[in-house]
């Protein structure tokens, strides 16, 4: 059964500081997709990120994939009030179609 | 401009009944996807069609089904309401010719409530 983990599922913290959400995946995929989505509502695309190595950054957030790891990395510089929202990661499964397989989510609350 | 949307975005039914939410593309995208979200569940798969007259099942297909007679519609049909499809319903879109390359594309959601 195809995993996609991300860590930590909650997290809180202050304006300023930085931090990292993991997203672990258990299949062979070069593809790998960041969302973000503000409660109740619809998901945003943040990054799609297509070879391994790839690093894309937009303001205070950076995507990175390594996928011999089957690993990718959200970091957070210098959080805002704004970037409080659930992200998730999501990968394609190239044995089941290419179907999208979403992480569970993290709950990002960054507090003034 | 192009957008997904979908229809109702509310609905609260009976179990047993026959539910059909809509979603309607403008973009012209090959691909549609339709998605439930659920608490500590992330999204999952229900359906997905690459193509007019293709549809395929996902990961959480059983109890539901879809029809793809044209390209910017992909209705998704409970066929028999039961609590457990109490959701959010997420339908999504992708342009490539290659199934799950490009990022996909979300409608707003409609929040179904099975009594």
């Known amino acids: 059964e195809l995993k996609v983990e991300q860590n930590p599922l909650f997290l809180s913290m202050q304006e300023g500081k930085n931090y990292t959400i993991y997203c672990n995946y258990s299949t062979t995929s070069d593809r790998l997709y960041w969302y973000r989505q503000d409660p109740g509502k619809s998901l945003e695309s943040l990054f799609v990120l297509l070879s391994n190595g790839a690093v894309k950054q937009e303001g205070r957030l950076m995507a990175s994939l390594d996928t011999k790891a089957r690993l990718s990395t959200l970091h957070i510089t210098a959080a805002v009030h704004d970037l409080s929202a659930t992200y998730f990661c999501a990968v394609i499964s190239y044995k089941t179609g290419n179907q999208f397989y979403f992480g569970t989510g993290t709950s990002l609350t960054v507090i003034p | 401009d192009a957008e997904i949307t979908q229809s109702p975005r509310h609905k609260i039914t009976e179990t047993g009944r026959q539910v059909t939410l809509a979603c309607h593309q403008t973009w012209n995208h090959n691909n549609m996807f339709w998605y439930r979200q659920d608490l500590g569940h992330g999204l999952r798969l229900i359906h997905y069609?690459?193509?007019?007259?293709?549809?395929n099942k996902g990961e959480v297909s059983d109890g539901y089904s879809v029809s793809r007679s044209n390209t910017e519609d992909l209705p998704l049909t409970l066929e028999s309401a039961a609590s457990s499809q109490t959701s959010v319903y997420f339908c999504?879109?992708?342009?490539?010719?290659?199934?799950?390359?490009?990022?996909?594309?979300f409608g707003p959601g409609t929040r179904l409530t099975v009594l």
């Open positions: 069609s690459y193509g007019v007259q293709d549809t």
């Open positions: 999504a879109s992708s342009e490539s010719p290659l199934p799950g390359y490009n990022e996909q594309f």
